[in-house]
């Protein structure tokens, strides 16, 4: 089954960028979405099909994807952007969604 | 606006079973896929079952195929789990999410969460 790969942890100053990384064998290939998730909240969609923010997400939030990492950043970080953050990806041979296992940023 | 909202959650003994029932609002329910995701204490996101829009279609997890069973009510527009022979690993918030298109995509909408124990 496909594998995705996150760092358990990101840390960043408020003003600072945020980078998350998803480790996927050729990731680029596919269609990579993230999910911000508030604790005690259900996840929210940041970023779809790599790069697309959907209406009301702030421009801070920004998506690319290409090789074998997908990567999302997150611009003049706010103490409100403290929260865990999943990558997820329709693996296409099983027909499974596949989540990374996460990522907590922390904000200083 | 879409909604989404689980029900039937609640402690459940070992080798037992519960349904999880999601109703759901604002769009145009046959068209789009659904899935349910769980999430286990302190834990990430686990994507459990899916079902098509037309319902023809079901779709399992490797840790739950043979014991949960994933069914939608169009005329209703409802989706349920049925879980059986649970296990102590199958505590967790499930979520019920709706799939921005026919299958394969990503959830763009989610219910609040329901809280599954299982545990004697």
């Known amino acids: 089954s496909y594998v995705l790969t996150q760092p358990p942890s990101v840390s960043v100053a408020p003003g600072k960028t945020a980078t998350i990384t998803c480790g996927g064998k050729n990731i680029g290939s596919k269609s990579v979405h993230w999910f911000q998730q508030r604790p005690g909240q259900a996840p929210v969609v940041v970023i779809h099909t790599d790069y697309d923010r959907p209406s009301g997400i702030p421009e801070r939030f920004s998506g690319s994807n290409s090789g074998d990492t997908a990567t999302l950043t997150i611009s003049s970080v706010e103490a409100g952007d403290e929260a865990d953050y999943y990558c997820?990806?329709?693996?296409?041979?099983?027909?499974?969604?596949?989540f990374g296992p996460g990522t907590r940023v922390t904000v200083l | 606006d879409v909604r989404l909202v689980e029900s039937g959650g609640g402690l459940v003994q070992p080798g037992g079973s519960l349904t999880l029932s999601c109703a759901a609002s604002g769009f145009f329910f046959s068209h789009f896929a659904m899935s349910w995701v769980r999430q286990a204490p302190g834990k990430g996101l686990e994507w459990v079952a899916a079902v098509s829009g037309s319902g023809s279609g079901t779709y399992y997890a490797d840790s739950v195929n043979g014991r949960f069973m994933i069914a939608r009510d169009n005329s209703n527009n409802t989706m349920s789990l049925q879980m059986k022979s649970l296990r102590a690993e199958d505590t967790a918030v499930y979520f019920c999410?709706?799939?921005?298109?026919?299958?394969?995509?990503?959830?763009?909408?989610w219910g609040q969460g329901i809280l599954v124990t299982v545990s004697s």
């Open positions: 997820q990806v329709w693996d296409t041979y099983t027909e499974f969604y596949v």
């Open positions: 999410a709706k799939d921005y298109s026919q299958r394969g995509g990503y959830f763009d909408h």
